[in-house]
């Protein structure tokens, strides 16, 4: 039943070949991505295809709702190896409007160890409830809670162990963090670039 997906690939690969011949024997012995991609596990969010980049140009981290929390070791395996082993230049925390673990963290609903999960947006709504508050239409109310999310964990990222000693040797990190819109495949910068220790006050 997956025999689709195979041919898919096949396809894929023999496209690459016959449109540059040594791409995959370049990729095989190096992977120099200038940029860390933390994002959404969301199916309709492919971080590669929204901004052009081909394999071995984008490292790509993502969960549910693109979150970066302190104490997830995952999260943290992979900003390490991206900032001290492959000395990645831009970090982008990218949301999306409409997502669901959004909309989950707050509707009051329980589905089980997500709800755990989802918790840092919680702690965002409860910050930002006045604001939120003032929001009328549902959706907007939730894509502005998409953007907050994003600003909180552009800090978290900014303000890692990681990234603060990167900037300490002198190493050149910019932190972006970016909101991706499913309806019309835009990305909106939120403009909040953090590019040392001195942007987070």
Known sequence: MLDNLKANNRAWAEQKVA????????????Q??????????????????????DPGELFVHR??????????????SVLQFAVDVLKVKHILVVGHYG???????????RLGL???WL???????????????????KSERLDRLCELSVLRQV????????????????????VHGWVYSIANGLVTDLATTISGPADLD
């Open 19 to 30: 449109n540059d011949p040594g791409f995959f024997s370049r990729l095989a012995h190096q």
């Open 32 to 53: 120099a991505p200038e940029y860390l991609w933390i994002g959404c596990s969301d199916s309709r969010v492919p971080a590669n295809d929204i901004v052009g980049l």
């Open 63 to 76: 969960n549910v709702a693109n979150l970066a929390p302190p104490q997830d070791a995952n999260y943290l």
């Open 99 to 109: 997502c669901g673990g959004v909309a989950a963290a707050v509707d009051g609903k």
């Open 114 to 116: 997500v709800d755990h």
């Open 119 to 137: 918790h840092p947006i919680r702690e965002v709504h409860h910050d930002h409830r006045r604001e939120l508050d003032a929001i009328v239409g």
């Open 155 to 174: 800090r978290n990222v900014a303000s890692d162990v990681f990234v603060q000693d990167a900037w300490t040797r002198g190493q050149a990190i910019q």
